[in-house]
């Protein structure tokens, strides 16, 4: 993941290819494809180069729940909230997750390691209540099935140590 300082290199790349206004998605979702997520830094660039208010860009990015304005934890649990998942307690378990890690606002922990995010059926229902643990970069992806609110603790804290860990050995 390049770090935010090189942002102008990545905007005069992404730029190159679309520099419309129509592509405003397009680019967004490029600039998340390259940092994880959409640094205001990169933002405010974007909106004075394309000469497109900051609110407006803004505006798309917390409409669309595809995009991420902060940083993703190591570990991201993804929380099914389809039907059968949201019947059968999930919702529970989203709540229990953020309390675990600590998480007051927004979907990562305090301390940036460990994220918590609602998302859509994973259509996999036969396991309902449905908790997906993926790493940031993807390498990693682990489904959970059958989860009460007693393994959903117990999967934030296995998680936050193996992310501890990891951010020990310079992962």
């Known amino acids: 993941m390049p770090t935010v300082s090189n942002v102008d290199n990545v905007l005069s790349d992404i730029l190159g290819r679309y520099s419309s206004r129509q592509y405003l ?10 940092y994880g997520y959409l640094p205001r830094e990169a933002l405010e660039k974007l909106s004075n180069i394309m000469r497109i208010p900051l609110s407006d860009i803004i505006n798309v990015a917390t409409f669309y729940h595809q995009y991420k304005l902060e940083p993703p934890g190591y570990y991201i649990f993804l929380v099914c909230m ?11 378990n989203y709540k229990v ?13 305090p301390d940036g390691l460990v994220s918590v995010e609602r998302a859509r059926c994973f259509g996999c229902c036969s ?5 997906m643990v993926v790493s ?10 059958y989860v009460n609110v007693q393994e959903a603790r117990k999967l934030a804290l296995k998680y936050r ?10 992962v």
């Not at 997750?97 to 922990?109: E, M, N, P, Q, V």
């Not at 140590?161 to 310079?170: F, I, V, W």
């Open 25 to 34: 998605m397009r680019i967004l979702q490029e600039i998340q494809s390259v």
């Open 82 to 92: 389809g039907t059968a998942c949201h019947l059968k307690g999930n919702q529970d």
């Open 97 to 109: 997750l953020r309390d675990a890690l600590g998480i007051k606002g927004g979907t990562t922990s």
């Open 127 to 131: 396991l309902a209540p449905v908790i």
């Open 136 to 145: 940031r970069d993807g390498s990693e992806r682990y489904l959970h099935g």
């Open 161 to 170: 140590g193996l992310t501890s860990s990891k951010r020990k050995s310079g």
